[in-house]
């Protein structure tokens, strides 16, 4: 369950799984109230301000923030200071104390992932084609061939992201999510009826669960998703679908304690 909390009065999500593991991970997500991402003019100072206010607020040092130009990729990069070049990347994993990332959304799948064994963390973007090349999955193998992670271990939180009944897609869409998932032994249940609803010739996937069972199907056993979705919930969040491409974001905020 996705819970409000507020910084200086302006509203954030947080997770409750997540939130047991406050004293090592800070994480949260911004609404229309806390954003820190537009290109509209009218509220650059707004954003920037509230950047400031973010970072003063959970401490968050310039050099030790690792942000990405994201490209709908499943390229994920660890974080380290002599990192380099950050283009062409939708995924972050932190593992030093101190080290923070910030990604952002507007109905694309926003997933954390947190291993408190190792205090080792990820933040991924995963819209369709993200989702299609399974960047969940992806993160959890990352983590377990570079940090020894097990699956049964890592906490998983699935942000706000665009919801089923306001993502129509067609059929190409569907053949590329479906083909990344297994429905073998390992899930016998066949869930594809949760997750692909057809109406005429149009497909209307759930993102965030897709994702979760692709986690499910790696070994992660503890999942939140958001109950929250962008298009539905465009009072307090940004949607990209249902305000005709706005430039504005909700970002993750992650931080290694």
């Not at 974080?79 to 990332?101: E, F, M, Q, R």
């Amino acid at each position: 369950m996705f819970y409000f909390d507020a910084i200086k009065n302006k509203k954030i999500l947080k997770s409750d799984e997540l939130s047991k593991f406050d004293a090592h991970l800070k994480h949260f997500f911004t609404t229309k109230e806390s954003f820190i991402k537009t290109e509209e003019s009218n509220f650059i100072n707004i954003a920037n301000a509230n950047r400031e206010l973010i970072l003063d607020y959970i401490k968050i040092e310039s050099e030790n923030l690792f942000e990405i130009k994201q490209t709908h990729s499943t390229n994920i990069k660890i974080w380290h200071k002599s990192i380099g070049t950050t283009n062409d990347t939708d995924g972050v994993i932190l593992y030093n104390p101190g080290s923070a990332t910030i990604l952002n959304f507007a109905d694309c799948t926003p997933v954390i992932l947190y291993d408190p064994k190792n205090n080792i963390a990820a933040g991924l973007h995963a819209g369709w084609r993200g989702t299609a090349g399974a960047i969940s999955r992806l993160g959890v193998n990352l983590m377990k061939e570079k940090f020894n992670s097990k699956p049964e271990n890592i906490i998983a939180a699935i942000g706000p992201c665009i919801g089923q009944r306001d993502f129509e897609t067609g059929y190409e869409v569907y053949e590329a999510l479906k083909n990344t998932l297994e429905f073998t032994s390992k899930n016998p249940q066949n869930k594809e009826h949760e997750l692909f609803q057809f109406k005429d010739d149009k497909v209307y996937p759930n993102l965030a669960g897709i994702n979760a069972q692709q986690l499910i199907e790696e070994g992660v056993k503890t999942i939140d998703i958001s109950q929250f979705e962008t298009y539905k919930d465009n009072d307090i969040l940004f949607s990209y679908r249902a305000e005709n491409g706005t430039t504005s974001r909700i970002s993750m905020v992650l931080k290694l304690v």
